[in-house]
């Protein structure tokens, strides 16, 4: 009984937060371990302390693959370079540089004791993402952020998991190295087979509850055989999501999408809500367990402070650099635009050319020069850059991965508690100030571009219901449209003194009643098609094609409302 109350009382716990967050214009997970911390305090309260298993095995990828799911494969693989350098290249970099601090600072501790406490500082949490969508930060940000932090916790664990290894035994750089390379190449693979396998199997089973209860399985269904290979987990349910998010259009039905939307937003709420609340919670008992090794919580405050303000350093240094190569970039692929232009001229139409080879060709033309686009319209430079230095705060998976630490660590209740000191006060200082940190870099404002490309997509799609409504092969020989308002003008002449006339009008209302949506289920077939098409040429962002495929799924379930049953 005392669990399910304590069940209860978290849920209710997070659904107020989000309720009360917007109000407070503060993030709800920064609310809930505020509440958390205040709680565990409380005259009664038992310490508490949670496995790191149930967060690292059990939340973790469902979350990660939710977010994957969520984030467009077009706009992931245009910023691969900014994505990959900040998830794994800045996360070696960060835990090598904090493993020589903290073997400075910490007598007994070797550099492989550092290295393993600078991979649990080094992942960023994904609460950023939630803040610069909310103030309205370019979606080039959004998806660079985003995909950062999916990637990011597997590479910290995977270097974690070697620290560790050589804090037992010695092992050599290329061995490190080469496990690094296996544990993230063969997530992909064992990620990305079994989300195409999960579409596959999906897509036959006609019950949508269903076919969302299998949904969950998937992030485990990768995690095991990944892990059960010496792989990251993680890695293969973010894997397994990106495949998935890319194949549900094509494979789904509208109902299994919007539910699929719906159900795992609702568990992305309550398992990112709990593990923050349980953060929260355990700051007493890491408090007890630092008095209990004869160490004060100034030990762990100071050293936090310190390692907090090197990882704003080595972040900024980085994130400018990488500004600058991704600048750099940027120029050399706009320079090839005219050349681009011209192939594109003699190539004529793709979709006229005989040859399959040239419709590929031009498509993939299509695509670079779309790429140029973004490029020019999405660019990340100095303030964009300096929000994603800001928004690189830790979080709860810091905090479980510290309590990893084998028990003969030295120092393992000083480190996990600096570690729960650096992801709380990252998440309280850059988290309270990150909304007006963006507002102050007056960043520039894209929503006069976009709704001008939504005005467009939505003529492309005006012109596709055109083409339907006229194509004799799909209404017949007369217009479906002059026939319905033909009935219509016919059932507000009938008199109302007879009865015959009335019951036939309405048969044939009731008729072309079906019929129109009939039709319409081809014009949102053949605009989803077209949409699918578009998405693959990169020709519009992945911001109006998700609206848009949105409002087609909401006419398609609304037509099966009105099915007969």
């Not at 849920?11 to 407070?24: D, E, F, I, T, W």
């Not at 999916?150 to 190295?177: E, W």
């Not at 990488?322 to 970039?329: C, T, W």
Request: hydrophobic share 55%; aromatic share 6%; net charge neutral.
């Amino acid at each position: 009984m005392e669990i399910v109350a304590v069940v209860v009382v978290c849920v209710l716990a997070v659904a107020g937060a989000n309720l009360l967050a917007p109000r407070v214009r503060l993030a709800a997970p920064l609310l809930l371990v505020a509440v958390g911390v205040a709680v565990s305090y409380f005259p009664g309260i038992p310490d508490i302390s949670v496995d790191p298993e149930i967060i690292l095995v059990g939340v973790l990828p469902p979350l990660l693959y939710a977010a994957a799911v969520a984030l467009p494969a077009m706009d992931f693989k245009r910023d691969f370079q900014a994505i990959s350098g900040l998830s794994v290249v800045l996360v070696v970099i960060s835990a090598l540089l904090l493993g020589l601090f903290f073997m400075w600072i910490l007598p007994d501790a070797d550099y492989a004791t550092g290295v393993a406490l600078g991979a649990i500082l080094s992942p960023t949490d994904a609460l950023a993402t939630t803040t610069v969508k909310r103030v309205g930060a370019p979606q080039r940000l959004v998806t660079v952020l985003s995909g950062e932090s999916l990637f990011n916790d597997a590479s910290a664990l995977v270097v974690l998991r070697a620290a560790i290894a050589a804090m037992a035994t010695s092992v050599s750089l290329l061995g490190v190295a080469a496990s690094f390379a296996w544990a993230i190449g063969a997530a992909v693979g064992v990620g990305g087979a079994i989300g195409w396998v999960f579409i596959v199997v999906r897509a036959r089973i006609s019950n949508v509850a269903v076919a969302t209860a299998v949904s969950f399985t998937a992030p485990y269904i990768a995690y095991l055989p990944a892990e059960a290979m010496s792989a990251s987990g993680l890695v293969a349910a973010v894997a397994a999501g990106l495949v998935t998010g890319r194949g549900a259009v094509r494979r789904l039905t509208a109902a299994h999408r919007q539910s699929d939307q719906q159900t795992w937003r609702t568990v992305e709420l309550l398992l990112e809500g709990g593990v923050f609340l349980l953060m929260g919670l355990e700051l007493k008992a890491l408090v007890t367990d630092v008095h209990r090794s004869h160490e004060t919580v100034w030990h762990a405050v100071w050293p936090a402070v310190i390692a907090f303000f090197i990882l704003i350093v080595i972040r900024w240094a980085f994130v400018m650099t990488l500004v600058a190569s991704i600048g750099r970039r940027s120029r050399r692929v706009i320079a090839r635009e005219p050349l681009l232009a011209q192939m594109q001229d003699r190539l004529g139409d793709p979709d006229a050319a005989a040859d399959r080879m040239t419709r590929r060709f031009r498509r993939r033309i299509d695509r670079r020069l779309a790429d140029i686009e973004y490029y020019r319209t999405e660019s990340i430079g100095v303030r964009e850059g300096y929000v994603v230095v800001w928004a690189g705060m830790r979080g709860v998976v810091t905090l479980a991965a510290a309590q990893t630490l084998p028990a003969d660590t030295p120092y393992r209740s000083l480190l996990v508690l600096v570690a729960f000191v650096v992801a709380g006060g990252s998440l309280m200082v850059q988290g309270g100030t990150l909304g007006r940190f963006i507002t102050a870099l007056n960043l520039p404002d894209h929503r006069a571009d976009a709704a001008r490309e939504r005005r467009r997509l939505n003529r492309v799609m005006a012109g596709i219901s055109y083409e339907v409504l006229t194509d004799p092969a799909v209404c017949g020989d007369d217009s479906l449209l002059a026939r319905s308002v033909e009935t219509v003008r016919d059932l507000e002449a009938a008199d109302d003194d007879s009865d015959e006339p009335g019951v036939d009008l309405l048969d044939r209302r009731l008729r072309n009643a079906a019929e129109m949506r009939r039709v319409r289920r081809v014009i949102i077939g053949r605009q989803r098609a077209e949409l699918v098409e578009l998405r693959d040429r990169g020709a519009y962002s992945s911001e109006a094609l998700s609206a848009t495929l949105a409002r087609l799924d909401a006419e398609e379930l609304s037509l099966d409302a009105h099915r007969p049953r």
